[in-house]
């Protein structure tokens, strides 16, 4: 059963959630009825928002639930509010003009502190892929593999399986079934290793010292590991090459100066910062890799994986109407700080264009208005043309016949101006 909405104060510029959870970290959000739902550490989350707030709530399983008190400072860790988000990018703006010019129309855009196992097996499907695609691999994997929490709707919610449910003998041969492709030997090869060849909680072993797990915050690592650790570490699994590694390192595992570049990057690389000369091809060197991934975390900072997500974003076909319309809204504002600021464009638009519209009615009113008036003269001269041809014994019957043809007319242009 689910609990009470809940309010937690947060403005849009510092989490958008529309924005966030579409833009390719997480694969497992579905929205239902204009609210957003997701399996997160054991328990169903629901989210909605307003300008001022974030509203949740949670959906407990029958089985072995969560406390649920425990879902606030869940949901404080996962989208990492600790960190001050318009501060940052406020500070990329100022540093980067690429990013000042793209920015407005994708606010609020935070990263996931995800759960590390999840995060690895999400980015190994996304292998070649589009999001939708991925998210409906990850959604198959939690439905025959993950445990049953709870329904909206009718829409079975599971939980993310763990490495041991996705290293059977049989899951490699499944997954294919399922449509999976190649990636189906990935995921099995490495649900295999991560569950028989690392020991247990591996994977939270080489996350950031300073970025606990959403569902465990006094988590400490025995050894304190570097980001160049992690990634090479994650190297050495079936199926995760630097791409891949980078997107874990950054959104599984806390280290927030990982850049992940992959196609959309390399083009922004490419497009805004020059990098690759004349050439343009989508392909490029490990070294490139590196010298672009440096390049950026000299720019941005310790949180050049947040900055990067913006451009990235910003840089998707499903999301070029968002940035069209910022530029539009940048336009506008550039428009109205040159003629004084006094009225937005729109308004002046819809005011001449109002003008416009009186004006013609105002025309077309005195247009009817004459030729009524003009009709009017022409049967006066009739009327006048007649009587002079009758006697005056037929004028006075005539003249009353003209009296009543007078009103009508004039009730006529009445009737006409009134229009």
């Known amino acids: 059963m689910a609990s009470e909405w809940r309010k937690l104060p947060l403005s849009l510029a510092e989490l958008c959630i529309d924005t966030t959870l579409r833009c390719g970290q997480s694969f497992r959000w579905r929205r239902i009825n204009n609210e957003w739902h997701c399996v997160l550490s054991n328990r169903l989350v629901t ?34 509010l600790s960190v001050p988000l318009s501060q940052l990018y406020t500070q990329w703006s100022t540093t980067d003009p690429n990013f000042a010019r793209r920015c407005p129309s994708f606010t609020g855009i935070r990263i996931l502190n995800q759960d590390a196992w999840e995060t690895l097996i999400s980015f190994i499907c996304s292998s070649n892929n589009n999001i939708s695609r991925i998210s409906s691999m990850v959604n198959n994997l939690c439905l025959h593999y993950g445990p049953y929490i709870a329904s909206i709707s009718g829409e079975p919610f599971h939980d993310f399986p763990s490495p041991e449910a996705l290293s059977g003998p049989e899951v490699e041969s499944h997954l294919r079934s399922l449509g999976f492709g190649y990636r189906a030997k990935y995921i099995a090869d490495t649900a295999q290793i991560v569950s028989q060849q690392r020991p247990k909680g ?3 072993q080489i996350r950031n010292p300073a970025v606990p797990p959403a569902d465990n915050p006094k988590f400490h690592p025995g050894k304190k590991p570097t980001y160049r650790e992690a990634h090479k570490a994650l190297l050495e699994l079936t199926g995760v090459g630097p791409k891949v590694s980078d997107c874990v390192c950054l959104m599984g595992l806390g280290w927030w100066e990982s850049v992940p570049i992959d196609t959309h990057v390399w083009q922004i690389a490419q497009r805004d910062y020059n990098f690759g000369g004349k050439s343009k091809g989508k392909t490029f060197t490990k070294g490139m890799y590196e010298s672009v991934g440096d390049h950026f975390r000299q720019m941005w900072g310790e949180y050049a994986g947040w900055a990067q997500s913006v451009l990235f974003t910003a840089n998707l076909k499903s999301f070029a109407e968002q940035a069209k319309a910022g530029k539009k809204g940048k336009k506008e504002e550039e428009e109205q700080q040159e003629n004084g600021g006094v009225v937005a464009k729109q308004e002046v638009v819809k005011v001449v264009k109002n003008e416009e519209l009186t004006v013609s009615r105002t025309r077309k009113r ?29 004028q006075m019957s005539q003249l009353s016949q003209m009296i009543t043809t007078t009103r009508r007319v004039s009730k006529r242009i009445k009737a006409r101006e009134s229009q």
């Open 366 to 394: 005195k247009a009817v208005k004459e030729e009524s008036q003009q009709q009017q003269r022409d049967e006066d001269v009739k009327m006048e043309d007649v009587m002079d041809e009758l006697t005056l014994s037929s």
């Open 47 to 80: 989210l909605t928002q307003s300008p001022t707030h974030l509203l949740y709530k949670s959906t407990l399983p029958a089985i072995n639930p969560p406390p649920e008190e425990t879902t606030l400072p869940l949901l404080q860790s996962y989208f990492s």
């Open 202 to 204: 591996w994977l939270d």
